[in-house]
């Protein structure tokens, strides 16, 4: 039968309680997104119900209905569930509907063609659906790394910032903290021999504390201007211990019995770091310990920079470091040996002295 022939048949009432079906399922598809934010199945419950009742009313012509309108809702439960076993599952009772609506009206022999239209519209609807989505998913993945590169970004910032804070930190402690202990010690030497009348003495020192200054006033300016440490320069590992041990020597007449081997040459970095803890370790026995004797050693024991100091005074409590406002030396010793990526420990001989060792790896 035509479909002139059908529409000829079919009243005035009919055609417009049809047309009233076919537009609230418009309405409801234009809606579709805020309907299945949380009872979805409801959604696609009305929505079949209303194709089923308008494929009823519509007879022979069930067959347009059901090929230009069940895909729609195929690829609106395709993007709501995203998952092949219920878009199977879905396709299978629109099937079943068709099925038994032509076995209904006694067309069957005419049901193939519908059924072929219906599989190849969803076909294209569903892989429609899935290019969209992997679009978006791609786009969303491509959004959260994105900020979670610019967290990162930030994280390493502050890491940054709080590194830099920590290296200035150091810098200063290893430049006019130090320099002035020095100063402050000579000094004071200076003013026990001029009390004793040993004037040739104190002159020699006077001009010791000159040059420390001096020095002291050069590595200022260089941390100052390059926000880095002084360059040991010229002189080797080995020589720049044995200066701090004579600079040590001559600023405290404390005796140092040192084992130092040749290790080679170090890295920059590596010797920079090494002199400003053996200089930080010998500030600390000269400030705090009140020892008599130090022993130093300086090793290479299986590829692996050792440093030793032994001093016999009166000890610390480890538990303290940190702790005391304005005594951030051994803070600086153990940042730099973190930096070093070496390992220190410090045993506590209480009340006979202190011994701090270090490791550092030189590959």
Request: charged share 15%; hydrophobic share 50%.
């Amino acid at each position: 039968m035509s479909i002139i022939q059908t529409l000829a048949k079919i009243s005035a009432i009919h055609i417009a309680s049809l047309n009233l079906l076919l537009f609230t399922f418009m309405i409801l598809t234009w809606f579709f997104v805020p309907m299945t934010r949380r009872h979805a199945w409801v959604y696609f419950t009305i929505q079949l119900a209303i194709l089923c009742a308008a494929s009823y009313m519509a007879m022979y012509m069930y067959g347009l209905i059901m090929v230009g309108l069940f895909p729609l809702l195929v690829g609106q439960f395709a993007y709501i569930y995203y998952k092949k076993l219920h878009i199977i599952l879905f396709m299978i009772v629109l099937y079943t509907i068709m099925t038994l609506f032509a076995l209904y009206i006694d067309a069957v022999p005419g049901l193939i063609p519908p059924l072929v239209m219906l599989t190849l519209m969803c076909m294209i609807v569903i892989g429609l659906v899935n290019l969209m989505l992997e679009q978006y998913y791609a786009r969303m993945r491509t959004q959260n790394f994105l900020e979670d590169l610019e967290i990162a970004h930030r994280q390493v910032e502050e890491l940054t910032v709080a590194n830099e804070r920590q290296r200035m930190a150091r810098d200063l402690h290893d430049t006019l903290a130090q320099g002035l202990v020095g100063i402050i010690m000579q000094l004071e030497a200076i003013s026990v021999h001029l009390s004793n009348q040993n004037h040739a003495r104190a002159q020699q020192i006077v001009l010791s504390s000159m040059e420390n200054a001096r020095s002291t006033l050069a590595e200022a300016r260089e941390a100052i201007d390059n926000l880095r440490l002084q360059s040991v320069g010229s002189l080797g590992f080995t020589d720049s211990v044995r200066a701090e041990l004579e600079r040590f020597t001559q600023a405290t007449g404390i005796s140092v019995a040192d084992k130092v081997e040749e290790v080679g040459d170090l890295p920059q970095l590596l010797t920079e770091h090494s002199i400003h803890i053996i200089r930080e370790c010998l500030t600390n026995i000269t400030r705090h310990a009140q020892a008599k004797h130090v022993q130093l050693n300086i090793l290479n024991i299986n590829n692996k920079l050792l440093i030793e100091i032994t001093d016999d005074g009166k000890g610390f409590d480890p538990e303290q470091i940190g702790r005391q406002s304005g005594h951030y030396g051994l803070i600086g010793i153990q940042e730099r040996v973190r930096i070093m990526y070496g390992k220190l420990s410090i045993t506590n001989y209480l009340p006979h002295g202190t011994h701090i060792r270090i490791e550092v790896p030189l590959d």
